[in-house]
């Protein structure tokens, strides 16, 4: 499967600009059809506590509405970050799944909110995994401080998973961290990790970048740097069923 990350360059709450600025990005370059886009998360706003200003409903807004016309036009799933709220007006940082008839099949919120930043106080707590089969691969969308939890990723490989799309606004301050986590989940559990980050500054807080596709040995198959750019590889199922039969180390899970 065709992997394309966008490292996007966020402008702080102007969701049309940042629709626009991946609008041109993927039309500019050559993306397969039938792979899987993954943007950032909250890629239209930024990273913001102010959920009532940049929220959407679950079924439409300009934010979800764009990813439908993309996931149709290029024919691949998408995976992005959108925010809507909840009953009681807190937010879900949530990921969604986007197929190419343009129909959303897995929304994700976020388990672990960022509570030394804040991210508890405005956004509720997710409570449960999701997985969705995209042909031979069982996909787990997870969420930037999520990747500090690896009991979260250990749950999804016993449903099945084989891919992990990381979407973030990692901060710089940590990158190290980013790059050394990802690896990790990769190798603990033999699968596909797919980091996508954001770059730029936000009025704060300075983003790392340095989006990375690994292979599941914990090999780094493209790694992006620090700048706004496109990010490809293909993913071998073949390869990675091999890997874990050559290794078996799942099966010894206690």
Same mark, same amino acid.
């Given at each position: 499967?065709?992997?394309?990350?966008?490292?996007?360059?966020?402008?702080?709450?102007?969701?049309?600009?940042?629709?626009?600025?991946?609008?041109?990005?993927?039309?500019?370059?050559?993306?397969?059809?039938?792979?899987?886009?993954?943007?950032?998360?909250?890629?239209?706003?930024?990273?913001?506590?102010?959920?009532?200003?940049?929220?959407?409903?679950?079924?439409?807004?300009?934010?979800?509405?764009?990813?439908?016309?993309?996931?149709?036009?290029?024919?691949?799933?998408?995976?992005?970050?959108?925010?809507?709220?909840?009953?009681?007006?807190?937010?879900?940082?949530?990921?969604?799944?986007?197929?190419?008839?343009?129909?959303?099949?897995?929304?994700?919120?976020?388990?672990?909110?960022?509570?030394?930043?804040?991210?508890?106080?405005?956004?509720?707590?997710?409570?449960?995994?999701?997985?969705?089969?995209?042909?031979?691969?069982?996909?787990?969308?997870?969420?930037?401080?999520?990747?500090?939890?690896?009991? *979260?990723?250990?749950? =999804?490989?016993?449903?099945?998973?084989?891919?992990?799309? &990381?979407? #973030? %606004?990692?901060?710089? +301050?940590?990158?190290?961290?980013?790059? *050394?986590?990802?690896? =990790?989940?990769?190798?603990?559990?033999?699968?596909?990790? &797919?980091? #996508? %980050?954001?770059?730029? +500054?936000?009025?704060?807080?300075?983003?790392?970048?340095?989006?990375?596709?690994?292979?599941?040995?914990?090999?780094?198959?493209?790694? #992006?740097?620090?700048?706004?750019?496109?990010?490809?590889?293909?993913?071998?199922?073949?390869?990675?069923?091999?890997?874990?039969?050559?290794?078996?180390?799942?099966?010894?899970?206690?």
């Amino acid at each position: 499967m065709d992997i394309t990350v966008v490292q996007l360059n966020i402008t702080w709450k102007n969701k049309a600009a940042n629709i626009q600025q991946v609008e041109h990005m993927l039309r500019d370059a050559t993306i397969p059809s039938s792979g899987l886009i993954v943007l950032p998360e909250m890629f239209s706003t930024g990273f913001t506590m102010d959920v009532a200003s940049v929220s959407e409903q679950n079924d439409s807004g300009e934010t979800l509405d764009f990813l439908k016309e993309q996931a149709k036009r290029y024919q691949s799933y998408i995976i992005a970050g959108v925010v809507t709220t909840d009953m009681n007006g807190l937010g879900n940082n949530e990921a969604i799944l986007v197929n190419p008839e343009g129909e959303v099949v897995t929304r994700y919120c976020k388990i672990h909110p960022f509570s030394y930043g804040g991210e508890d106080k405005h956004y509720r707590s997710g409570s449960t995994i999701e997985t969705y089969p995209i042909g031979e691969y069982v996909v787990a969308p997870l969420i930037c401080y999520d990747l500090r939890f690896p009991e *979260t990723f250990r749950s =999804a490989v016993h449903q099945g998973a084989t891919v992990f799309p &990381i979407i #973030a %606004n990692w901060p710089a +301050a940590r990158d190290e961290h980013w790059t *050394t986590l990802l690896k =990790a989940r990769a190798i603990e559990n033999q699968a596909y990790v &797919i980091g #996508a %980050n954001r770059c730029g +500054a936000d009025p704060t807080i300075q983003y790392a970048g340095h989006s990375m596709i690994i292979n599941p040995k914990g090999e780094v198959i493209a790694e #992006a740097g620090y700048e706004e750019t496109l990010l490809q590889a293909t993913m071998d199922f073949e390869s990675l069923q091999s890997y874990r039969d050559l290794f078996p180390a799942l099966k010894d899970i206690k």
